[in-house]
């Protein structure tokens, strides 16, 4: 029985040698797989990337807050510091951000992106550093939530502001800044809504995008295909405190007002026509017996105003603003960011 058990287990050594030799095929290489034109496609997201990236800056700004029990110290304030994003719009060294970052500021610091091309090639795993420039608070409009910095720099990397009342639903944006300090970031997305208001009638509107945009983006641009700014990343909803793909960017169009009277005035002033609009609504129409049930009405009006000099009584309904038809009161309101304080309109 032993002289059995060493030929069993021989022979099945033998089996074990030998099966790997009876079944090995010669085959041939496999073939690759056809990739379509995504290669194409993604170069163009990176020459996009490249173009647009060295206008994005990361936004530091230090203060003071009341002091509470988690401080340390015993004084009344702490020191609190905080970040986001700016886009730069002139070359003569100004950069657009939102105000809620910089809004109580005691310094300011801008660090601009290292230079995308180097005399000397990096070495594999060598990060190039940017620079860091006190940078001074032009202007804040509160009311857009924009703010304008200026460094002491010039010839620098500036972005064009697009139009954005050309915009379309569904169009490709990048969204570009430092979510979370993590600066030099992009992400992609659509256009959800060219005219988000979040209020009703309210003056302000907003371009929706489901490009991810967290803490830190704000102040940083969202980009068409051709890398123009239609918009500053300024706020997101959220029920978890990160990204849930419903973001919102000041449109290019209020930017540039903003940026170009803050250039010039060191503040905003906006035209007035003393009046007070109203959306006429279906409701509205049946009970005022309209011929329409979209448009603006005239709710109340200043006495001695332009409105009243004007002719323009309550009960009013207003067809269009220098030529352009007038659907709802948001659009009205929006519509005078535009004309100077002074300009007669239509």
Not at 84 to 103: F, R
Not at 134 to 158: H, M, N, Q, S, Y
Not at 246 to 269: C, T, W
């Amino acid at each position: 029985m032993p002289i059995q058990g060493r030929h069993t287990v021989g022979f099945l050594a033998a089996l074990v040698l030998i099966w790997p030799a009876c079944v090995v095929d010669a085959q041939s290489p496999p073939k690759k797989r056809d990739i379509g034109s995504l290669g194409p496609l993604s170069g163009a997201f990176q020459s996009l990337a490249h173009h647009v990236s060295p206008s994005v800056v990361k936004v530091l700004a230090f203060g003071y807050r009341p002091a509470d029990d988690d401080d340390d110290s015993d004084s009344l304030a702490a020191r609190q510091q905080s970040s986001g994003s700016g886009t730069i719009v002139d070359s003569d060294g100004y950069i657009v951000t939102n105000a809620h970052v910089v809004l109580g500021a005691e310094r300011v610091q801008v660090l601009l992106p290292a230079p995308v091309v180097q005399e000397t090639p990096k070495r594999p795993g060598q990060k190039l550093k940017g620079r860091m420039l006190r940078a001074d608070i032009a202007g804040i409009d509160v009311e857009t939530d924009i703010a304008v910095l200026k460094v002491p720099t010039t010839g620098l990397p500036a972005l064009e502001l697009g139009d954005s009342d050309a915009l379309e639903q569904g169009q490709l944006v990048l969204a570009l800044g430092s979510p979370l300090g993590l600066e030099n970031s992009v992400t992609m997305g659509v256009v959800s809504s060219t005219e988000r208001q979040l209020r009703p009638d309210d003056s302000t509107t907003y371009v929706q995008t489901d490009a991810p945009i967290n803490p830190g983006n704000s102040g940083g641009p969202l980009v068409d295909a051709a890398g123009r700014v239609i918009g500053i990343n300024t706020l997101l909803y959220s029920q978890s405190g990160g990204n849930e793909g419903i973001g919102f960017a000041v449109p290019s169009n209020v930017v540039r007002r903003v940026f170009e009277q803050i250039k010039q005035n060191g503040r905003v002033i906006r035209a007035d026509l003393g009046l007070e609009t109203q959306t006429i609504t279906p409701l509205l129409a049946g009970g005022l017996k309209l011929p329409q049930n979209w448009g603006v009405v005239v709710t109340d009006i200043v006495e001695e105003g332009a409105a009243e000099q004007a002719g323009i009584r309550v009960g009013d309904v207003i067809l269009s603003l220098n030529g352009k038809t007038m659907e709802n009161a948001r659009q009205f309101n929006m519509s005078l960011y535009q004309p100077k304080v002074g300009q007669a309109v239509r």
